[in-house]
């Protein structure tokens, strides 16, 4: 399963609404996740099964889809949230495919 | 504390060898599926290996299958990741990763560094 993410990078200012996509090359249901990585970090679980915030992650993020479509939301961007996000497939197994990443930036 | 450290990684001629470990603490290492994911330098994510609870189920990468060897010591609180016949591409920051019933990481080493360069 090949996983797309789009944009593979993105400019926003604080405050603004910021979405991210990902598309599965064939239908993995609810499962995917996304996670969020800072500059010399670890990834950071954010979302599981599509729409599941993990535990202690502020409600501005979000996800949904099914399927093969699925969006990430940042509903009010803040400056904490520069990082780069990956989407990432757990439906059929190996591998766990990751999308290629989308770098997001502050304008 | 609840976390994963790696260690091993380092700078290796093509074709040697590294056997990277990972300690674990803070929670039940026995009760959790573990996993290895590479990152290439200013590259994304990539999944290399996976080993279930008690050792008795394994995945690789198909980049990677025949050459590493994922394995784990419950008793020891270590997930260990044997690589042999290294190539340049190899080279990467090595996390280990906890996984959770539901699939995902949800816990991640700070990560280990391996070069394969002559």
């Known amino acids: 399963i090949q996983m797309t993410q789009s944009p593979s990078s993105l400019s926003a200012s604080v405050g603004d609404r910021v979405t991210i996509t990902c598309q599965a090359s064939q239908d993995i249901s609810k499962y995917l996740n996304w996670y969020q990585q800072k500059p010399g970090k670890a990834p950071k679980l954010l979302i599981y099964d599509a729409s599941k915030l993990e535990v202690g992650v502020p409600s501005r993020f979000s996800g949904s889809g099914s399927g093969t479509d699925f969006t990430f939301t940042i509903s009010s961007l803040q400056p904490e949230d520069i990082a780069t996000y990956y989407c990432?497939?757990?439906?059929?197994?190996?591998?766990?495919?990751f999308g290629q990443g989308t770098k997001l930036e502050i304008k | 504390e609840v976390q994963l450290v790696e260690s091993g990684g380092g700078l290796v001629q093509p074709g040697g060898s590294l056997r990277l470990s990972c300690a674990v603490s803070g929670f039940t290492f026995s009760s959790y599926e573990m996993n290895w994911v590479r990152q290439a330098p200013g590259k994304g994510l990539e999944w290399v290996s996976y080993?279930?609870?008690?050792?008795?189920?394994?995945f690789y990468a198909d980049s990677v299958k025949g050459r590493f060897t994922i394995a784990r010591d419950n008793a020891k609180n270590s997930l260990y990741l044997q690589m042999n016949s290294l190539r340049v591409e190899d080279t990467a920051v090595y996390y280990c990763?906890?996984?959770?019933?539901?699939?995902?990481?949800?816990?991640w080493g700070q990560g280990t560094m391996v070069t394969v360069s002559s």
């Open positions: 080993i279930s609870s008690i050792g008795s189920t394994i």
């Open positions: 990432q497939q757990h439906d059929n197994l190996p591998p766990y495919t």
């Open positions: 990763a906890r996984e959770v019933v539901y699939d995902a990481f949800d816990l």
